[in-house]
């Protein structure tokens, strides 16, 4: 049988990459505190606090405080609104989805404010962009042993990985499955070095009454990070397309993806195929893990579909480095 496996931010993280979006929000941070002139320029300037505030976990742990009594602490000052209210957000939930917080703000946007969210979310799509070049340079590979033995698992007749991330991790397993003839890989968010399939990043459910009302509103501005617009940029999500639809029966390997509404209209298109045999979901470290996994899947899925989740007690946890 075919097989199809998904892979998510969980997968990065499982080899030491420091790619969740809090990592992001600190590097930034601390860039600014070390006087980066370009994200002082577009996002955060923390050059106006007394440099015995300027670091990363006072900044954090005190942010409030600081935004309130800046003749004491000196001033944080923000070129860029939307990073602004994101680390804001940040700082006092201890909780981040950038995708889920830009498609909130775009949501509620005013035309005439409209140019200006879309040119700040840019901005932290090139410093995001940045970032993760950066530690994919800087972060050696070592293969996990484990993750071979799951993609060979039940020896498929092919394999399309279907990679969510940004970073190229996927490609140095590739070349070692040497016995898998037919592979391939398609990276269905862009690739950080190749221009003609740029990275996506916004958000990606169209069933939301909240895109409905966007694409109603008749102004083009709007779209231009919603990931099914963004999908016809390159030639990934053709190709998947194609795969779905030649008649031959898969199935899915889920591996640290979190399943979320941010990706949903790509997701439920591929878990809703008619050849869609199983799903096999990796989870994080325990039943907790799989039981998020389980409930976010739900959300996308219709009752025909979900029937194919593989239960709990014939699930794994995805390897850790």
């Known amino acids: 049988m075919n097989k199809i496996v998904i892979l998510g931010n969980g997968f990065d993280l499982a080899h030491g990459l420091k790619t969740k979006y809090d990592d992001f929000i600190k590097h ?21 606090l007394d440099s015995e505030y300027q670091s990363y976990n006072y900044i954090r742990e005190n942010f409030i405080e600081i935004r309130k009594f800046a003749n004491r602490y000196g001033e944080i000052n923000f070129s860029n609104l939307f990073f602004k209210e994101l680390i804001s957000n940040y700082f006092i939930s201890d909780w981040v989805d950038i995708e889920a917080f830009y498609f909130h703000h775009l949501s509620l946007a ?34 996990i042993p484990e993750f071979l033995e799951i993609f060979k698992l039940e020896n498929p007749d092919s394999i399309l990985f279907l990679n969510f991330n940004y970073t190229t991790r996927i ?29 996506i990043f916004g958000y990606g459910d169209n069933k939301d009454t909240r895109y409905i009302e966007i694409i109603h509103k008749r102004n083009n501005k709007y779209l231009r990070n919603l990931k099914r617009q963004q999908y016809n940029l390159a030639d990934q999500y053709s190709q998947i397309k194609n795969q779905l639809d030649n008649g031959e029966k898969f199935e899915i390997f889920s591996i640290g993806h979190s399943l979320g509404l941010s990706d949903k209209t790509l997701l439920k298109e591929i878990f809703e195929n008619q050849n869609l045999q199983k799903i096999r979901m990796y989870y994080y470290n325990d039943i907790e893990g799989y039981r998020d996994l389980n409930d976010n899947i739900r959300r996308i899925v219709n009752d025909e579909t979900f029937s194919k989740v593989i239960n709990y007690t014939k699930s794994f946890k995805i390897p850790q480095k």
């Open 110 to 143: 005013k035309p005439e404010r409209i140019d200006v969210l879309q040119h700040e979310f840019e901005l932290i799509k090139k410093h995001l962009q940045l970032y993760l070049i950066f530690i994919s340079e800087s972060s050696p590979l070592e293969l």
């Open 28 to 48: 930034i941070i601390n860039l600014s505190i070390n006087c980066d002139k370009d994200v002082r320029k577009e996002l955060i300037d923390v050059s106006g």
């Open 171 to 199: 490609h140095q397993y590739f070349n070692a499955l040497t016995d898998i003839k037919k592979k391939s890989i398609l990276n269905i968010h862009g690739d950080l070095y190749d221009k003609s399939n740029p990275i």
